[in-house]
Nanobody
Framework: QIQLVESGGGLVQVGGSLSLNCEVF??????????VGWFRQAPGKEREFVAA????????DYADSVKGRFTISRDNAKLTVDLKMNDRNSEETTIYFC?????????????????WGQGTQVTVSS
């Protein structure tokens, strides 16, 4: 079993920055075979891909809507994945989830991920 715990959510102003953290627990998590992604979901809307990182290679993917503003990174020693978000807009008030799946998954497809965290709320205020 793998568990993921998100933290860092909260209130941020439009145009501001916020960093989220995802900590991975579980002996079955394999640095050579896992991908960690971030998704977000607003009330009444479908879960939306934000960013992902393939752990071993460090290769990253981003949704077009966040390219140039968000950065995903991993800490190999701590088994954590950070999502740094800059230049927030009010439409990004939502819950952010991290998830993990295999190394060869289609990172933008939520059903490809096997384990999910509980999510952390981010509110962007004007």
């Amino acid at each position: 079993q793998i568990q993921l715990v998100e933290s860092g959510g909260g209130l941020v102003q439009v145009g501001g920055s916020l960093s989220l953290n995802c900590e991975v627990f579980g002996r079955t998590f394999n640095r050579y075979r896992n991908t960690v992604g971030w998704f977000r979901q607003a009330p009444g809307k479908e879960r939306e891909f934000v960013a992902a990182i393939r752990w071993y290679s460090g290769t990253t993917d981003y949704a077009d809507s966040v390219k140039g503003r968000f950065t995903i990174s991993r800490d190999n020693a701590k088994l954590t994945v950070d999502l740094k978000m800059n230049d927030r807009n009010s439409e990004e008030t939502t819950i952010y989830f991290c998830a993990t799946g295999g190394n060869d998954i289609s990172t933008m497809v939520s059903s490809e991920y096997d384990y999910w965290g509980q999510g952390t709320q981010v509110t962007v205020s004007s």
